[in-house]
């Protein structure tokens, strides 16, 4: 089990927990479940998205058209 979390930055800088949901292993299935739950609750396509090496969530980046991938490295 993993724990998946997401959050954003608003335009006026406060951080906000969007999802906070039990995986498996980080796998691409169980990002895609959360990032399609996120897409039904009328998130918008971020402009930038940043994790560590978790490649499930870099694989499910077909539900996120159109925006800049970065790898945290700390």
Same mark, same amino acid.
């Given at each position: 089990?993993?724990?998946?979390?997401?959050?954003?930055? @608003?335009?006026?800088?406060?951080? !906000?927990?969007?999802?906070? !949901? =039990?995986?498996?292993? &980080?796998? &691409? !299935? *169980? +990002?895609?479940?959360?990032?399609? =739950?996120? &897409?039904?609750?009328? #998130?918008?396509? /971020?402009?930038? %998205?940043?994790? =560590?090496? *978790?490649?499930? $969530? +870099?694989?499910?980046?077909? #539900?996120? /058209?159109?925006?800049? $991938? @970065? @790898? %945290?490295?700390?």
């Amino acid at each position: 089990m993993a724990c998946l979390v997401i959050t954003g930055v @608003r335009h006026d800088g406060v951080k !906000e927990v969007l999802a906070l !949901e =039990d995986g498996y292993r &980080k796998s &691409k !299935e *169980a +990002w895609m479940t959360v990032l399609r =739950d996120l &897409k039904q609750r009328g #998130l918008q396509a /971020p402009k930038l %998205s940043v994790a =560590d090496g *978790a490649l499930g $969530f +870099w694989a499910a980046d077909t #539900l996120l /058209p159109y925006h800049t $991938f @970065r @790898r %945290s490295l700390q």
